[in-house]
């Protein structure tokens, strides 16, 4: 693109990767070698901008092109051959590589395979006590087939589901594995789910085999989990099994596999070959009405996506150390366990992400010589707001990287860590979904930072912002479209036989066209800023609950008469989530009536998603089929007209929203 004509206002960098950064990247060694092999276009010499810009378009004009030359690059193992790369390119629907088997687990521990790398770290975990305990590439191939073989022994078959109720430990990624190995389906929650939270995922998938620690270590306190566990173990009647880990120490409970024992015994991982969109693992992403979507992702379509992902975007191999913090119940934490496919290093971080102070995760990443440090746009504005000074503080030269999710980080974070971490970091704010496993678009390390922007779209990533009549615009807000498959892209949800829930998820509006529920402006500069949901997905942390969820835990209770809760990103990059309460005749909003909601809905599902403040209002507006109105009201609080939120013809008491409009007005110096 020839941006002379308009250089005058171009914004500059922030940061720009040096010569021979570009050149070391596996980004521009694979665009050389897709040019000869593949007839890519040329990279630019001197415009690394142009040079991806070229390299994007034809990734995604020539798609098939593109993905049979990441699986050689790569080189994928494919037990049986594929007879072609993309059979049918409808979505949804599209079917990857027919005819192909391979095994993701065999691909994530086949670093472990050269003798040269058996004894070094292909884990390294850490808890509250920021002791780092190291697990081989040896040990973990050891244990994944000592894990794998007990499954076997318990009759799991390819298909069948195996569910962990843990933390972000070791045992935790080689359950994963194991399951991978076997090709069964694996699905978790995080410990610091409640049983109800969990109940509503794993009842829908009908698990065989249960992985379940006693308990768990946060924020200094020890939380056991003993009675959640029986409770599971009641309520999931198809288990076989369950495996006891005893993080605690506790033994295990009557009836339970102890962790220790499955593991006495190191074995060979035996993978089995599965098709290439056999299901790997069922990730959940709450939709605004009835349970969450138990999303099915495939074993080769995560494999292939995560390995242009990690490998070209991320630029991790394996003299790298990759952390990110999360915990089990996020996609996060399948794409670090990814990292392992291109032989980087995974560090495990279990534990509350600002204990025993904010500074914690960069004490994480000093320990463990970090190489890429990930975490929540949420933790880095938290850090700003607390005055840490990582650069100072830690050693943080090995960190070549500092990746941020779960939400936009706004300008002051980027200029936060460009001037409190290092002013030669490479930040790469990225954004994707649970639904992908993946990012749309965020990190590409030969390309410049600038403020508040993602560096561009991913390579096979066909992203598009639409106006409402469904045409592309630049340099406006729009909705996320992606108008092409990509391989990580759900092959089903759970439960879904005719498709119709996964059709309605994301094709309904632009039939064809794949729309996420986010806003976003794609620049004439080929750079991405996201502007938050455009649907009422509850968004903290990273950790996406759906709104019915809160109504189901919330109108439980007898004065409660119907509520409405919103989450609200904000100008500053917080993230404000009032639940608006319409209590039942004779009832009052008091200190007493406001801890009992936020006690059932931190017990009920989850720490996180306990609302900021807890208003009452005289009632609750919804549409003419009497669904509540959550989009408007989220767009009013965020300072929208009237006019622009609401269409009034929809609504059955316009005047219910003057209440909302007026509470953005009067909140405004304090947000603003």
Same mark, same amino acid.
């Given at each position: 693109?020839?941006?002379?004509?308009?250089?005058?206002?171009?914004?500059?960098?922030?940061? @720009?990767?040096?010569?021979?950064?570009?050149?070391?990247? @596996?980004?521009?060694?694979?665009?050389?070698?897709?040019?000869?092999?593949?007839?890519?276009?040329?990279?630019?010499?001197?415009?690394?901008?142009?040079?991806?810009?070229?390299?994007?378009?034809?990734?995604?004009?020539?798609?098939?092109?593109?993905?049979?030359?990441?699986?050689?690059?790569?080189?994928?193992?494919?037990?049986?051959?594929?007879?072609?790369?993309?059979?049918?390119?409808?979505?949804?629907?599209?079917?990857?590589?027919?005819?192909?088997?391979?095994?993701?687990?065999?691909?994530?521990?086949?670093?472990?395979?050269?003798?040269?790398?058996?004894?070094?770290?292909?884990?390294?975990?850490?808890?509250?006590?920021?002791?780092? =305990?190291?697990?081989?590439?040896?040990?973990?191939?050891?244990?994944?087939?000592?894990?794998?073989?007990?499954?076997?022994?318990?009759?799991?078959?390819?298909?069948?589901?195996?569910?962990?109720?843990?933390?972000?430990?070791?045992?935790?990624?080689?359950?994963?594995?194991?399951?991978?190995?076997?090709?069964?389906?694996?699905?978790?929650?995080?410990?610091?789910?409640?049983?109800?939270?969990?109940?509503?995922?794993?009842?829908?998938?009908?698990?065989?085999?249960?992985? =379940?620690?006693?308990?768990?270590?946060?924020?200094?306190?020890?939380?056991?989990?003993?009675?959640?566990?029986?409770?599971?173990?009641?309520?999931?009647?198809?288990?076989?099994?369950?495996?006891?880990?005893?993080?605690?120490g506790t033994p295990a409970p009557e009836g339970a596999l102890d962790w220790?024992?499955?593991?006495?015994?190191?074995?060979?991982?035996?993978?089995?070959?599965?098709?290439?969109?056999?299901?790997?693992?069922?990730?959940?992403?709450?939709?605004?009405?009835?349970?969450?979507?138990?999303?099915?992702?495939?074993?080769?379509?995560?494999?292939?996506?995560?390995?242009? @992902?990690?490998?070209?975007?991320?630029?991790?191999?394996?003299?790298?150390?990759?952390?990110?913090?999360?915990?089990?119940?996020?996609?996060?934490?399948?794409?670090?366990?990814?990292?392992?496919?291109?032989?980087?290093?995974?560090?495990?971080?279990?534990?509350?992400?600002?204990?025993?102070?904010?500074?914690?995760?960069?004490?994480?990443?000093?320990? =463990?010589?970090?190489?890429?440090?990930?975490?929540?746009?949420?933790?880095?504005?938290?850090?700003?707001?607390?005055?840490?000074?990582?650069?100072?503080?830690?050693?943080?030269?090995?960190?070549?990287?500092?990746?941020? =999710?779960?939400?936009?980080?706004?300008?002051?974070?980027?200029?936060?860590?460009?001037?409190?971490?290092?002013?030669?970091?490479?930040?790469?704010?990225?954004?994707?979904?649970?639904?992908?496993?993946?990012?749309?678009?965020?990190?590409?390390?030969?390309?410049?930072?600038?403020?508040?922007?993602?560096?561009?779209?991913?390579?096979?990533?066909?992203?598009?912002?639409? %106006?409402?009549?469904?045409?592309?615009?630049?340099?406006?807000?729009?909705?996320?479209?992606?108008?092409?498959?990509?391989?990580?892209?759900?092959?089903?949800?759970?439960?879904?036989?005719?498709?119709?829930?996964?059709?309605?998820?994301?094709?309904?509006?632009?039939?064809?066209?794949?729309?996420?529920?986010?806003?976003?402006?794609?620049?004439?500069?080929?750079?991405?800023?996201?502007?938050?949901?455009? %649907?009422?997905?509850?968004?903290?942390?990273?950790?996406?609950?759906?709104?019915?969820?809160?109504?189901?835990?919330?109108?439980?209770?007898?004065?409660?008469?119907?509520?409405?809760?919103?989450?609200?990103?904000?100008?500053?990059?917080?993230?404000?989530?009032?639940?608006?309460?319409?209590?039942?005749?004779?009832?009052?909003?008091?200190?007493g009536l406001r801890d009992r909601v936020k006690r059932t809905i931190r017990?009920?599902?989850?720490?996180?998603?306990?609302?900021?403040?807890?208003?009452?209002?005289?009632?609750?507006?919804?549409?003419?089929?009497?669904?509540?109105?959550?989009?408007?009201?989220?767009?009013?609080?965020?300072?929208?007209?009237? %006019?622009?939120?609401?269409?009034?013809?929809?609504?059955?008491?316009?005047?219910?929203?003057?209440?909302?409009?007026?509470?953005? @007005?009067?909140?405004?110096?304090?947000?603003?």
């Amino acid at each position: 693109m020839n941006t002379s004509a308009h250089s005058d206002h171009l914004p500059r960098p922030l940061w @720009q990767p040096g010569a021979d950064r570009i050149a070391r990247s @596996q980004l521009t060694r694979f665009h050389t070698w897709a040019t000869e092999r593949h007839g890519a276009p040329a990279a630019t010499p001197g415009d690394p901008a142009a040079g991806y810009a070229a390299l994007h378009r034809w990734s995604v004009a020539e798609l098939e092109t593109f993905w049979a030359a990441v699986a050689e690059w790569f080189e994928v193992r494919f037990s049986t051959p594929y007879e072609s790369v993309l059979a049918d390119p409808a979505m949804p629907g599209a079917r990857w590589f027919p005819g192909a088997t391979l095994n993701y687990a065999e691909h994530a521990l086949r670093a472990g395979e050269d003798p040269a790398r058996a004894d070094a770290p292909a884990l390294l975990h850490v808890d509250e006590t920021q002791e780092v =305990t190291p697990m081989t590439w040896a040990e973990l191939r050891g244990q994944v087939g000592a894990v794998a073989a007990e499954l076997r022994r318990l009759g799991v078959r390819p298909g069948d589901r195996v569910s962990g109720y843990v933390p972000n430990i070791p045992q935790a990624t080689i359950a994963l594995l194991a399951a991978a190995a076997v090709g069964a389906v694996w699905t978790s929650c995080a410990p610091d789910f409640g049983a109800r939270s969990v109940l509503d995922r794993f009842q829908q998938v009908e698990p065989v085999v249960l992985f =379940t620690v006693d308990g768990y270590r946060y924020g200094g306190k020890t939380h056991d989990r003993a009675e959640t566990v029986a409770e599971l173990r009641r309520e999931l009647p198809t288990l076989r099994a369950v495996v006891h880990i005893p993080l605690l120490g506790t033994p295990a409970p009557e009836g339970a596999l102890d962790w220790d024992t499955v593991v006495a015994e190191p074995a060979e991982p035996v993978f089995a070959p599965l098709p290439f969109d056999h299901p790997l693992w069922v990730l959940y992403s709450s939709g605004t009405t009835g349970l969450p979507k138990a999303i099915v992702q495939s074993q080769g379509g995560i494999l292939l996506e995560h390995l242009k @992902q990690l490998g070209l975007h991320c630029d991790l191999g394996p003299a790298d150390r990759f952390f990110w913090f999360t915990s089990t119940g996020w996609m996060m934490w399948n794409f670090l366990v990814s990292g392992l496919l291109v032989g980087a290093t995974v560090v495990l971080y279990d534990g509350s992400p600002g204990y025993p102070d904010t500074a914690a995760q960069w004490r994480v990443a000093e320990r =463990t010589g970090t190489t890429l440090y990930g975490t929540s746009a949420a933790y880095v504005m938290a850090c700003r707001k607390a005055g840490v000074r990582p650069g100072r503080d830690f050693d943080l030269s090995r960190v070549q990287c500092v990746a941020t =999710t779960g939400s936009p980080l706004p300008p002051d974070g980027f200029r936060w860590i460009h001037e409190e971490v290092a002013e030669d970091m490479w930040i790469a704010s990225v954004s994707g979904g649970t639904d992908v496993c993946s990012c749309f678009a965020g990190a590409v390390p030969t390309l410049p930072v600038y403020i508040g922007e993602l560096q561009a779209p991913g390579l096979g990533t066909d992203l598009q912002a639409w %106006d409402p009549q469904g045409k592309p615009v630049v340099d406006e807000v729009g909705e996320l479209i992606v108008t092409q498959p990509m391989p990580s892209m759900p092959v089903r949800f759970w439960n879904d036989p005719d498709g119709s829930r996964y059709r309605d998820s994301y094709f309904e509006m632009f039939p064809g066209a794949w729309r996420h529920g986010d806003w976003i402006t794609l620049t004439d500069r080929g750079t991405v800023v996201i502007h938050g949901r455009s %649907d009422s997905t509850l968004n903290r942390q990273g950790v996406r609950m759906g709104s019915a969820d809160i109504y189901e835990a919330v109108e439980r209770l007898p004065e409660i008469r119907e509520s409405l809760v919103i989450g609200v990103e904000q100008p500053d990059g917080g993230y404000w989530m009032p639940l608006f309460v319409h209590l039942a005749p004779g009832a009052t909003l008091d200190d007493g009536l406001r801890d009992r909601v936020k006690r059932t809905i931190r017990e009920n599902l989850s720490p996180r998603h306990v609302p900021d403040e807890i208003i009452e209002v005289p009632g609750v507006p919804h549409t003419l089929t009497g669904k509540r109105i959550e989009v408007p009201v989220k767009r009013l609080l965020q300072g929208t007209s009237m %006019d622009k939120a609401v269409n009034p013809g929809s609504v059955d008491n316009v005047e219910l929203l003057d209440f909302y409009e007026r509470l953005a @007005q009067e909140r405004k110096p304090r947000t603003g």
